[in-house]
Structure formats: C-alpha cells, structure tokens
C-alpha cells in the first residue's frame, strides 16, 4: 500500500509540470492566440531558474527568473503575431526551436552544476492522514499551489468582468473591439502571462522536479501541455485531472520497472506519448464536440480597421 502511496505523489509532482504549462496555454488560447513555443520556453526558463539558483542559492529567485524569461519570449511571441500579423504556427515553432538551441547554447556550462540542497516541505495536516500522508505531506509547495491556481482561474474566467472580456476577445475579437476593449492589449497581456505560467513549470522543473540541468530536459512536455489543452476542451479543472493523469502515465513506467516488470524500457519511455497520441484520436472522432468548446476566433488575425 505504501507503493501505491508513493505512486500518487510522484503523479502529482510530475502533474505539475504538465498542468502549469497546459494552465498558462490554456489563457493564450482563450484570448484567441496559439503559442506552439511551449518546448521553448520551457526550455530557457529551466536553464534560467536552474542559472539563478546556481549564483544567488534561492529557490524562489530561480522560479521568479523562470517566469520572466518565459514572459519576455511570450511577449516577443505575442508582439509579433499580434501586431506584426506574423503566421501563429509558424512564429511558435520558430520560438520552440530557438528555445531548444539557446537553452543548450547557454546551458553547456550548467551540466555539471549543482544546486544548494533542496528544502525538505512538511504538511502537518497533511503528513498525518494515514497511508497516504507520507507522500502527500512532503510535497513542494508548488504542487498545492497549482491546484489553487486551476481554481482561481475557474473562478476568473467563469465569475469575473475581467474574464468574460478575455474570453469575449477569444471568441469574437471584432466584437470586443467594438465595445471599446483594447483587443491587442489584451491578447498581449494574455500571451505574456501564459508564457510566465509555462517558465514556471520550466523552472519548477530544472530546480525541484528534477533538480539538475540537461539538454533538451523539458523532453516533449511542452507538446503534450498543447495537446492536453484540447483534451480538456480548455476547462481549467479538465486540464488539471489531465495533467495528472498523464503524470500518471509517467510515473507508471518507473513504478512497472521497480515491480519487476520484464519490458523494454524504451517501450515503457514511450508511455506518455503513446497516452498522448491515443487521446488525440479518440478526440478527433467527434469533432463537433471541439468546435463546440473551442474559442471561436483560435488562431485567426486580428486587425483593427480591416
């Protein structure tokens, strides 16, 4: 049972990552905007956090610098697609390649780095449950704080001005404009602090989850994070079971390993992405059901005046 305790953990912890990520696209996209970078700025951002931790010995500095280096590449992002017209596909991948080249560029001299000792986080409440408090009562704070941040975006999208404004602008930008809002505003700011949620879960991820540096260390979670936003027809609360389920998929490969499951470990790596693949298709039978959640105006231009 103590397995089994443990599994959940490491479901949430990996979770995280995917969840932080999915949460800031998911903004992006309910302003209207696809941002195909998350690779990329996952990628600096770790490179980023694990750089400040490695010269100030902070943990919270790292996630902070995390944040603003994925802000600042999703800003660049947002400015041109959102104002420069520049193809939205295309300028994410573009940002998802240079992220992928500038991570490894900058980061050669981090591999061999170490961290200060990680913080040891202990829950009372938590911790006493029994069976499963030892694995939920030393999570990272991170963990909790992102289920938090699932339920507050629920409640800005779905109960405040500000969030029927975002999602006007999602759905029908000309119409917004209309009214007098500052659409390209908006959608700047929506970029802007989607890309912070998606350095985060970089930074989480190179200083906490895994507290080293290695080339190419985010390894496809950035895509899986764009595709769990359309499996969770882009419901915050759908987006936060996802992550966990595929965190839990994640995790099942190591846990099938340690049971003395005779597989090929190249086959159980694949698990995620096997999971991922699968989801897309059962999705893509019903594609009416999509169009029906998707923000109407998902990857079109904006211009004022046109």
Known sequence: MESYAL????????????????????????????????????????????????????FVLGLVAGMAAGALLAALFGVLVIWFNTNQ????LALSLFGVGFSAFVGINYVQAKLPETPKFAWPLLGDLPLLGPALGSLHPLVYGTMLL??????????????????????????????????RLIRL????????????????????????????????????????????????????LGAYLFGGVTMLQFHLQASGVQLASQLLSMLPYVATILVLVLISRNPGWIRANMPASLGRVFAPGT
């Open 150 to 183: 699932a339920a507050a975006q629920v409640w800005f999208l779905y109960r405040t001005r500000a969030g029927l404004v975002l999602r006007s602008v999602g759905e029908s930008p000309e119409s917004a404009h209309a009214l007098g809002y500052p659409v």
């Open 7 to 58: 599994l959940l953990g490491a479901t949430l912890s990996a979770g995280t990552v995917l969840a932080l990520a999915s949460l800031g696209l998911l903004i992006n996209e309910k302003a209207g905007i696809v941002n195909l970078g998350a690779e990329g700025m996952m990628l600096c951002a770790a490179i980023a956090g694990f750089a400040t931790v490695v010269h100030t010995g902070s």
């Open 89 to 92: 596909y295309a300028t994410g």
């Open 189 to 240: 700011g929506a970029v802007a602090a989607g890309g912070a949620l998606c350095g985060l879960a970089g930074a989480y991820l190179s200083t906490a989850y895994t507290p080293l540096w290695v080339e190419g260390m985010v390894a496809g979670r950035g895509w899986i994070a764009l595709a769990l936003t359309t499996f969770a027809t882009w419901r915050p609360a759908r987006v936060l």
